[in-house]
T-cell receptor, first 111, second 108 residues
């Protein structure tokens, strides 16, 4: 299996909602990443997990809360988001220090 | 100076031509270099990785790396309309840093 999968594909939420994005890979990768991408911009790194431990948090607001339950799964918990948080959220995985493979992304709209 | 800079584009080439995409980076300690292709509304897809000076070829794609000049490029031979996309240069030094991307259009 050489895929990174993400669910849901699309998500619409209000500013008071709590929702979660999910990411899964079965390539045996030990590093997983969350990126945010706005239109016509490159992906921006949010979080990095290495060997299931959070290794990088790019000063992301606390309304985004990552979780890595095991080496194959990565979640991003969302709470009290703002309309400007609307974006494509990308998960990626890699061997530590190696090339990253991206999932298809979740298109998030915050109303 | 931006950490990773790409030629601003957009770049338009006729079908069958060679498309040349360029990227410079500022951190001399960078170890690995990648090219991603991103179609509109889709996620980035890795098309080339290069780790040492010189050329690396994969089908119609050739990546070139010159660490002394801090320069990495991607050549696409026999360009096809299906190559029309945004090409992202990415440099890895602990974490991946992307350039702003170059939009390539291949016209029939």
């Amino acid at each position: 299996d050489t895929e990174v999968t993400q669910t849901p594909k699309h998500l619409v939420m209000g500013m008071t909602n709590k929702k979660s994005l999910k990411c899964e890979q079965h390539m045996g990768h030990r590093a997983m990443y969350w990126y945010k991408q706005k239109a016509k911009k490159p992906p921006e790194l949010m979080f990095v997990y290495s060997y299931e431990k959070l290794s990088i948090n790019e000063s992301v607001p606390s309304r985004f809360s990552p979780e890595c339950p095991n080496s194959s799964l990565l979640n991003l918990h969302l709470h009290a988001l703002q309309p400007e948080d609307s974006a494509l959220y990308l998960c990626a995985s890699s061997q530590v220090g190696s090339e990253q493979f991206f999932g298809p992304g979740t298109r998030l709209t915050v109303l | 100076q931006k950490e990773v800079e790409q030629n601003s584009g957009p770049l338009s080439v006729p079908e069958g031509a060679i498309a040349s995409l360029n990227c410079t980076y500022s951190d001399r300690g960078s170890q690995s270099f990648f090219w991603y292709r991103q179609y509109s509304g889709k996620s980035p897809e890795l098309i080339m990785s290069i780790y040492s000076n010189g050329d690396k070829e994969d089908g119609r794609f050739t990546a070139q790396l010159n660490k002394a000049s801090q320069y990495v490029s991607l050549l696409i031979r026999d360009s096809q309309p299906s190559d029309s996309a945004t090409y992202l240069c990415a440099v890895n030094k602990g974490k991946l840093t992307f350039g702003q991307g170059t939009i390539l259009t291949v016209h029939p």
